[in-house]
């Protein structure tokens, strides 16, 4: 259970990091708006949900040491989605948005998590997935809750990347040629 409430407590973490980019990005009307990201959105959803539907898998006492390793691993995966999350929202500042678009005045973000990745808090609500389904010891369950995950994150950095090239043209595909979307490119 220890790991259920570490769950819980990083959840609430990730949603504070989650609505304090909401607050701190603008509401303006934005240039262009992919509304085909919205189904990438709904499969991320569906990912995550299929990672933690269902009953809690209690086969552990409390105090076992794979039950504290459990914890462990859904503690740092939290942490690390959070903070990452937190950290790449700050770093795209007004330029974030739940839904694809670009706005008016928006920058080509390359620096902090983006110098690493083009697409650090897809990585982070991956490590989320991940978490509740170690909280819960729905570890069979990543079998289809990462592809489904996959599939919806592919759909959101394809509407992404097209709104991008519009925007920034050759600057966006230097870009892209140097940073991996979700994985680091070792050089």
Do not use: C
Not at 5 to 25: K, Q
Not at 69 to 95: C, D, H
Not at 139 to 152: C, E, H, N, S
Not at 153 to 166: C, N
């Amino acid at each position: 259970m220890l790991d259920l409430w570490i769950f819980w407590a990083g959840s609430a973490l990730y949603g504070l990091a989650v609505l304090a980019a909401r607050l701190e990005s603008r509401r303006e009307s934005g240039r262009a708006r992919s509304r085909r990201s919205i189904a990438g959105i709904l499969l991320q959803t569906l990912g995550v949900a299929l990672a933690g539907i269902g009953g809690v898998q209690l086969g552990l006492r409390p105090g076992d040491l794979r039950s504290l390793a459990a914890a462990a691993l859904a503690a740092l995966l939290l942490l690390g989605a959070a903070a990452l999350f937190r950290w790449s929202s700050r770093t795209m500042g007004r330029n974030w948005s739940l839904v694809a678009r670009t706005r008016a005045g928006h920058e080509l973000v390359t620096t902090g998590p983006f110098a690493l990745v083009r697409h650090p808090i897809y990585v982070s609500m991956l490590f989320f997935l991940i978490a509740l389904a170690v909280a819960t010891g729905h570890y069979l369950q990543l079998l289809w809750a990462i592809p489904v995950f996959a599939i919806g994150t592919r759909i959101r950095i394809i509407e992404e990347e097209k709104l991008l090239r519009v925007a920034f043209g050759s600057a966006f595909d230097v870009y892209a040629r140097r940073t991996g979307a979700f994985f680091p490119k070792l050089r």
